[in-house]
């Protein structure tokens, strides 16, 4: 059992920046993939950020790539997502996710557990 408990985020301005963090439950937090979701109001939950279980390698969906980068502090128990240049149409609840698959992984359902999510807004 993992359990994930986000933090970091708020309301800035459109090219600014913001790092979220993701601290995780229990001892065997280095044997998950970590991901980062998103769902915008009235859109379904997206995929963000994917890091492999020792960090070595990571993935982002499109939108994100260039901009956001997915790290993770296995001595910390905690994944993190810093947010830089950000977007109005980076607004969302961002969510932290662990999945116990090797493969790097966008399905939300491959993703065994899930925070409760942290607020992000994006003004002009």
């Known amino acids: 059992q993992v359990q994930l408990v986000e933090s970091g985020g708020g309301l800035v301005q459109a090219g600014g920046s913001l790092r979220l963090s993701c601290a995780a439950s229990?001892?065997?937090?280095?044997?998950?993939?970590m991901g980062w979701f998103r769902q915008a109001p009235g859109k379904e939950r997206e995929f963000v950020a994917h890091?492999?279980?020792?960090?070595?390698?990571?993935y982002y969906a499109d939108s994100v790539k260039g901009r956001f980068t997915i790290s993770r502090d296995n001595a910390k128990n905690t994944v993190y997502l810093q947010m830089n240049s950000l977007k109005i149409e980076d607004t969302a609840v961002y969510y932290c996710?662990?999945?116990?698959?090797?493969?790097?992984?966008?399905?939300?359902?491959?993703?065994?557990?899930w925070g409760q999510g942290t607020q992000v807004t994006v003004s002009s």
């Open positions: 890091i492999s279980r020792r960090g070595s390698s990571t």
């Open positions: 996710a662990a999945t116990g698959r090797i493969i790097t992984t966008m399905r939300s359902d491959f993703y065994n557990y």
């Open positions: 229990g001892r065997t937090f280095s044997t998950y993939g």
